[in-house]
């Protein structure tokens, strides 16, 4: 439906466009970002003509133009390219998709080189193509508002700015800066970490000084260029060709390896390259050079593997699409957290850092002070860094209660116990303090690997037990897996899920199993990566390959970390519930390493001081136990290098695929995104099933290779009943976003 003009202005053809024109009596036009219709403006094709329109609009009435304003009426001043759109795009669609990167270009040209003055009036963030339609203003004003942020993550989803942003941003910070703080890591800056980096010229502090500020600079500047338009230009800290730059050039790719650990990410690699090639020429030449880096990533495989896990997926997922409707949210006022050590101590913090009161009890007052003593400690380096103030910091100590007596746990209407990993010591916990907290508390255990169903059979109220599973440390790790034991109730399970989002945190929502959905999972791995080590392969390439896999920790390194004995005791624990359960128990190749690391060689993982590393005196890594080759080295077998990476992230998958079957996972996102986000699946994957549906061939080709791995190295690569089916089906894992016609 067409909207009424209201505002005093000449009008526009389109009354619905999602751009509107509105031109003041004084010959300043305001062009209003505001797509009908939709939560946020996205630069969808429509949203791409509107924007060309406009700007044919502007060159057609220039002469009477004073000066432009861009600025939007919805929250967000634009959020960038439309993902539901960039992630349909498919090797057959290069041409528009490079056409669409064309059109942004030369409409954002067209505005920047009017020659009267344009604005940025940024009223809420602008990341990606919101900040690169920002960057093609002359002038860039930004309202300091909590959660506005600035930047062009478009790496962090694989992708590239293809509106100008990479040729922009190195015109305004020369090359080495655009890379390093805008470009490679894909910063979102608040608005005045922007405004100290140089990506914006002023911060206001209200819409009305938004407005004013936006005035004034258009009558104080009646004629506007680019900095890059200027007479005698150059690109500020040199270009490639300069002696200055050319001395740091070589250290990019080595910067560029640090970063994807030579994964294969190929956004790095596009920008830096759109970034080096675009500097020597002429800033047209540029644009073009720079849409044809997106083109090649925005038909990808890993861009689509990203946005399908990084935005829909961490979408469905923290909206809730696990969390059973029933139940009305309750926020949690008052939290009783048992047992302040590593665990307890980070949860107290992520608890009051979310604004609730929080009662931190371990088994001395000495011992609970210490726990809060940690949240100090991370306040006080966030201040010493300007992420917080001295107010922020003292009201959020305030809201914690250390203490060694359940009496003070009375009226806490959540309880999230963090002692030692015990069923009786856990058992008697919840039977001292259940009685004196609230008389529907939700219970929650954050145990790693203690079956919730079983836990529930020594504590009262079992309907309103839950695991609510955290990862170390609790203040970085944006996930808790939520386990749902065999009589946790719908609002226990609802209250849980609400507690995690209320903490800021990323809910998935799991059945019970033995070591739930991560630790399991990431157990195959480990397993895996062992198990080779005793067939003789070289632990160099073993480590290796899982650092080119894109694993964030190599898989031997991890191994000592979480220590062998750990390990051992899980597969004990394990072996033992099989075989009371009636089932046989079938090892792992990869237990009689850990058993002879462990018993022959004594080396139990870093904490004992040796494992398949060496140890210094103070803990360091120095280097792989050359005893490895030696005792387990088989120079004759000889293992291809692709087929040791894929090992390790087909073992994975492919559990993930048997939970799912189980029905310890219901949701194809919870498995992607829990995958990434709690246990370092590689994220150019899209997570766990995504890797699946993107494998080459898809889900036929993933089987093909499955067979092929367990016909080499053993049963447990044998593609489950679910993965066959479905790739006989045609079928894939999860949503249908990605499909193209
Ligand atoms: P920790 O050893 O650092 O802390 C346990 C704390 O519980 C100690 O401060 C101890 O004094 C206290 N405690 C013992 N008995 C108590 C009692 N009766 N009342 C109150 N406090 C008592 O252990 P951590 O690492 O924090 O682990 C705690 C739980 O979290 C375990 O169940 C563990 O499996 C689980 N977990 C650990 C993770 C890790 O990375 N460390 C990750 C996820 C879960």
Known sequence: ARTPQTTATTGTPEADAPIRWE?????????????????????HQGFVAALTAVAARAEAERETLRGIVVTSAKKTFLAG????????????DAAVAFDTSMAVKRALRTIETLGVPVVAAINGSALGGGYELALACHHRIVLDAPGTRIGLPEVTLGLLPGGGGVTRAVRLLGI?????????QGTQYTPRGALENGLVHEVVTSPGELTERARAFIDAHPESHQPWDAPGYRIPGGTPSSPRFAAELPAFPANLKKQTGGAPYPAPRNILAAAVEGSQVDFATAQTIEARHFTELVTGQTAKNMIQALFFDLQSVNSGASRPTGPEPRPVRRVAVLGAGTMGAGIAYACARAGIDVVLKDVTADAA???????????DKALARGRTTGEQRDALLARITPTADAADLAGCDAVIEA??????????????????VAPDALLCSNTSTLPITLLAEGVERPADFIGLHFFSPVDRMPLVEIVRGGRTGEGALARAFDLVRQINKTPIVVNDSRGFFTSRVIGRFLNEGVAMIGEGVPAASVEQAAAQAGYPAKVLSLMDDLTLTLG??????????????????????????????ADEFHRPGRAGGAGFYDYAEDGTRTGLWPGLAEHFGRPDHQVPFADIQERMLFAEALDAVRCLE????????????????????PAWTGGVLQYINGYEGGLPGFAARARELAARYGDRFTPPALLVTKAERGERFGAEQQRTG
């Open 81 to 92: 390219g439309d993902l539901t759109e960039l992630i349909r795009i498919g090797p057959a």
């Open 176 to 184: 080495t800066d655009a890379l390093l703080k805008v470009l490679l």
């Open 23 to 43: 031109r003041d009596g004084t010959g300043v036009v305001t062009l209003v970002l505001d797509d009908p219709g939709r939560s946020a403006n996205t630069l």
């Open 369 to 379: 002070r210490a726990g809060k003593a940690y949240s100090e400690r991370l306040l």
């Open 662 to 681: 189980e029905g310890v996972l219901t949701s194809v996102a919870d498995a992607n995104i829990g995958s990434i986000m709690g246990i370092g699946f």
């Open 419 to 436: 002692v030692f990993e015990d069923t009786a010591l856990k058992h008697a916990v919840f039977q001292e303090i259940v009685k004196v």
């Open 568 to 597: 051992r005791r899980i597969r004990e624990e394990t072996r033992r519930a099989v075989e009371a359960a009636g089932g046989t128990w079938t090892g792992h190749p990869a237990d009689a390493v850990v058993d002879r690391m």
